[in-house]
């Protein structure tokens, strides 16, 4: 997989930049500064493909009405949606690609899911705001429900009116020469306010998600025996340590890998967060059993 998306960045002369940061740190009120200061021309922010202050291609996470909808449109879970924009994409010949995410595996999905080489380079908001920029925003998307889509007002009233809440101006302040005062450019960006916003966020907690992986281990395979579940959390996500035993005779590296697979992929599918590692510890082999886990 790596071959051939080396291979692509190679033939089409493509860099793919990331931006993360956790939601809610204004990593989209600061993308059109960190593209200009790169040149990039293209930000793929949740879920929309833009260019030049134009949604090209996508739909914006900030119109479903679910918290984890929201991630799934902003993760390109659906095959048309990121079919689409893929198609976009190439037809584009872009150089230069911004993708925002609230973790590095985030944005790595993200390309995978677009057909983009890997990100060659990522910037984490605390590169580029200060810890009070961070807090204001933070407030901001909690206490009031705002969110930030870095296009003029024009595009959200046409195409979300119904989550239009505001527009601001940021002046994009370059060192220059007197004469060349005129060429600083002024980037609008809308405030917008969606339906999950004002619901509140829905968490999961760890006896649910334990239940979830024991039914995944399960369903895998039902000889393998969990003994042992961490769960760790974090701004990127959920780290998940789990220790099993396995019935002897088991191909341990194939089998293993395929169960973390699984484990990722089910819950990441049905629950919208983000699984940032799944650890596994073998600590027996035993005998085969033929009665099934419960």
Request: hydrophobic share 40%.
């Amino acid at each position: 997989m790596n071959f051939f998306k080396d291979l692509f960045r190679k033939i089409n002369g493509m860099t793919v930049y990331a931006l993360v940061g956790p939601s809610g740190t204004g990593k989209s009120f600061r993308a059109k500064l960190l593209a200009q200061k790169y040149g990039i021309e293209v930000i793929i922010d949740d879920g929309l493909l833009i260019q030049q202050d134009k949604i090209l291609a996508g739909h914006s996470a900030k119109r479903e009405k679910t918290y984890m909808g929201a991630v799934r449109v902003a993760l390109f879970d659906d095959k048309r949606h990121r079919d689409e924009t893929a198609k976009v994409i190439q037809k584009l010949h872009t150089k230069k690609v911004l993708i925002l995410g609230t973790s590095e595996k985030m944005v790595e999905k993200i390309a995978t899911r677009l057909q983009l080489p890997p990100p060659s380079e990522i910037i984490k908001i605390e590169e580029i705001a200060t810890r009070e920029e961070i807090e204001k925003a933070i407030r901001s998307r909690q206490v009031e429900g705002k969110h930030v889509i870095p296009v003029p007002a024009i595009e959200i009233q046409r195409n979300y009116p119904k989550i239009f809440y505001n527009t601001i101006k940021v002046f994009f302040n370059r060192k220059k020469t007197a004469a060349q005062n005129s060429a600083d450019k002024v980037f609008e960006k809308s405030v917008v306010r969606p339906e999950f916003s004002k619901k509140g966020r829905i968490s999961i907690s760890e006896a649910a998600l334990t239940q979830m992986v024991m039914h995944c281990v399960s369903e895998h395979d039902s000889q393998v025996r969990v003994k042992k579940l961490s769960i760790k959390t974090d701004a990127q996500g959920y780290r998940l340590i789990i220790t099993i035993d396995v019935p002897f005779g088991t191909q341990l590296t194939g089998k293993i890998h395929n169960l973390q697979q699984y484990i990722i992929e089910n819950i990441e599918r049905y629950t919208g967060i983000l699984i940032e590692e799944v650890s596994i510890i073998i600590d027996k082999i035993t005998q085969i059993e033929n009665n099934p886990i419960r």
